[in-house]
């Protein structure tokens, strides 16, 4: 074919690709082209069936584990979303079929690991090639990455510098989790047990910050249940901290420290005030710990994947996405004290119905901005290539607001 798709969706079959399947299928205005992807052609029909008729595209087979159709699928694309995950056991493939046939690419990941691992062994390649690779554009790390680069251009308006210290806090959220995000989870934990040596690269604030960046403020992290004296409420650790804050600090080294070299960042679970609060922060904190514990020990992570956590495919149902939601807030101050106050909210559950919509909007601002389209290739954070070209299409579309209220 001569004409390339926008936008081609690499796992469509998945629990989140089908999700953002019909939210393209929505979205279809005739201003973009797409069509979905996945391995088993049984598989994609259920779903087309499933999609109204007149907003059908068109699919692709193609499987992670053969080299041939990823190449077929990437040479019809200007950008793959892919959903097809864990990552670290089936993505790099797909990473080189992008960069070998020119599409760029956009996913879900929230593998700090394999991030490192794609950036060690394909940076050069995808440079070389003008290929852009955007990951973490889902719950994980769209709003805290896209939410404290508002605030910092907020702040440089308002008061003409940058918060030297942000520290996120999530205020409310409303969802759950999917097999496939368990799944990734349990496969860290296992590189980590093969891999010791992994815990201190992931460890690291700026594990996915480019070599010789100048970045080095020591960074505090919340990980027991503890007073927030920013909030006045109790607090417990946030598990997308993780991943968020790698992909914060390396936007920050590739937009040459525009948030200062000495720039501080955390993220923090908020739980209330007084002793319901307390309570809360503590059971939290210890129920983390706990499944920490629990899936690091064969029996009990047996027990755990047998009776409690969702299976591959499984998910949040349509009514826990549809009243889901979530509404962090981000607390700035400048080197000078000055203080500013962030909020950005979703209209969904973060993980899925959210998640979702700013996956696919990030899809189509990559195949169709053509600010993002003249970046030169390599790998990126979302607010390292979109700058401010993804606000639009999230605040209108996707369910999502940024908002200063303080
Ligand atoms: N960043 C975020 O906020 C966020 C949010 C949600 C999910 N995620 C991540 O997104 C990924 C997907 O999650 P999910 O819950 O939707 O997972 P899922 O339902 O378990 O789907 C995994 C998909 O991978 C496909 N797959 C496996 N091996 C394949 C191969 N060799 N070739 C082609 N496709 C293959 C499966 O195909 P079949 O359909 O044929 O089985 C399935 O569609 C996970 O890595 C998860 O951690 C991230």
């Known amino acids: 074919m001569t004409q390339k798709y926008d936008v081609v969706l690499f796992g469509a079959t998945s629990f989140v690709g089908k999700i953002a399947a019909h939210y393209l299928a929505q979205r279809q205005d005739n201003s973009f082209t797409w069509a979905i992807a996945a391995r088993s052609q049984q598989k994609l029909d259920a779903l087309l069936n499933d999609l109204p008729e007149s907003t059908r595209p068109n699919s692709i ?3 992670a584990s053969d080299a ?8 019809q694309a200007k950008v793959i979303i892919s959903t097809v995950g864990p990552y ?3 993505g790099e493939p ?5 960069i070998a046939s020119g599409a760029d690419y956009v996913d879900l990941t929230g593998e700090p690991q394999w991030i490192k691992r794609m950036l060690d062994r394909h940076s050069e390649a ?5 290929v852009r690779l955007v990951n973490s554009c889902g719950f994980d790390s769209i709003p805290s990455d896209l939410g ?7 702040a440089q308006e308002k008061y003409g510098q940058t918060c030297q210290r942000v520290a996120m806090r999530v205020h409310r959220i409303k969802g759950g989790a999917s097999g496939g995000t368990i799944a990734s989870m349990l496969n860290l934990l296992d590189e980590v ?13 700026y594990a996915l910050c480019p070599a010789g960046h100048e970045l080095k403020a020591y960074q ?4 027991s249940a503890k007073f927030d004296q920013e909030t006045n409420r109790w607090m417990a650790p946030f598990i997308m901290e993780a991943i968020n804050s790698r992909i914060v600090h390396r936007s920050n080294a590739l937009l040459d420290a525009k948030y200062g070299k000495r720039f501080v960042y955390g993220e923090a679970m908020l739980t209330g005030k007084g002793l319901g609060g307390a309570w809360r922060a503590t059971t939290m904190a210890l129920g983390l710990g706990g499944f920490m514990f629990a899936a690091n020990i064969r029996v009990l992570r047996n027990i755990l994947e047998q009776k409690w956590l969702p299976k591959p495919g499984e998910g949040p149902s349509p009514m826990e996405q549809q009243n889901g939601l979530f509404d962090i807030r981000f607390y700035g101050y400048t080197e000078s004290g000055k203080r500013l106050v962030a909020k950005v909210t979703g209209d969904r559950d973060p993980g899925y119905g959210s998640t979702a919509k700013m996956l696919s909007e990030a899809a189509i601002c990559l195949a169709q901005n053509e600010v993002v389209r003249k970046k030169p290739g390599g790998f990126y954070t979302p607010a390292s290539v979109f700058d401010d070209a993804l606000f639009t299409p999230l605040t209108t579309h996707a369910g999502l607001t940024f908002n200063v209220i303080g």
């Open 88 to 90: 670290a056991l089936y």
């Open 148 to 154: 404290v680069y508002f605030l910092q251009q907020q």
């Open 193 to 205: 047990k093969k891999e010791p040596s992994l815990r201190k690269v992931i460890g690291s604030p």
């Open 94 to 98: 797909l990473i080189k079929a992008c």
């Open 126 to 130: 995808a440079t070389k090639a003008g």
């Open 68 to 75: 041939d159709s990823l190449n077929a699928m990437c040479e």
């Open 220 to 223: 505090p992290t919340v990980k």
């Open 61 to 63: 087979i193609a499987d």
